[in-house]
């Protein structure tokens, strides 16, 4: 089963618009990670929050974690056609021995229209 | 920089058959990973090697095999080729010092008929 799920699973938007994308989880986490995906490509990574976070911000991207509700959020703000990916969550459990050994969930896709 | 550069791209196999997809990393990072991607499904562990020399099943290691063949390098075996391994096939890798970050491949498409 998937440690995290993303929602909306697809989510539509125009230039200029915010889009934010849910991830839930089910166990306690090391960490929670935010990748994107273009169509065809790999996955980068975005931006990572540590569980004692409860909000960080990079750029255009301002991702919220709350343990208490085992839950995460990724907020795009002014929405650019180059934004249209999929969006992806990724957790490390507790007691992980391998850095790195992630969980992901089944991503969002994004599309911001022209 | 290449990163991490995995061959082939694209591959069409017979059932039965058995490949190879190899994998390697140029930025001196301990830890590499195979991951399998399937619609709606995310991506899913097959094999990881925390350091060279080691190697430990993931979520998904039935069909498969990985050898570690040196820091750099980390390859996938398909011994026997099945539909069910039609799927996307990322490489990647991740060190300690960067906080578990993992850097992906560009995949490799496999579609077995």
């Known amino acids: ?114 | 920089n290449a990163g991490v550069t995995q061959t082939p791209k694209f591959q069409v196999l017979k059932t039965g058959q058995s490949m190879t997809l190899q994998c390697a990393q140029d930025m001196n990072h301990n830890s590499m990973y195979w991951y399998r991607q399937d619609p709606g499904m995310g991506l899913r562990l097959i094999y990881y090697s925390a350091s060279e020399g080691t190697t430990d099943k993931g979520e998904v290691p039935n069909g498969y095999n990985v050898s570690r063949l040196n820091k750099r390098e980390f390859s996938l075996r398909l011994e026997s080729a099945a539909p069910s391994q039609t799927s996307v096939y990322f490489c990647a890798s991740s060190d300690r010092t960067q906080r578990d970050t993992i850097y992906f491949g560009e995949g490799s498409w496999l579609t077995v008929v």
């Open chain 1, 1 to 114: 089963s998937q440690q995290g799920e993303e929602d909306p699973q697809a989510l539509s938007i125009q230039e200029g618009e915010n889009a934010t994308m849910n991830c839930s989880y089910k166990t306690s986490i090391n960490n929670l990670q935010w990748y994107r995906q273009n169509s065809g490509r790999g996955l980068v990574h975005l931006i990572l929050i540590r569980s004692n976070e409860r909000e960080k911000h990079s750029g255009r991207l301002r991702v919220t974690l709350d343990t208490s509700k085992k839950s995460s959020s990724l907020l795009i703000t002014a929405s650019r056609a180059a934004d249209t990916a999929s969006y992806f969550c990724a957790t490390r459990t507790i007691g992980g021995t391998s850095y790195g050994k992630l969980t992901f969930g089944q991503g969002t896709i994004l599309t911001v229209h022209p």
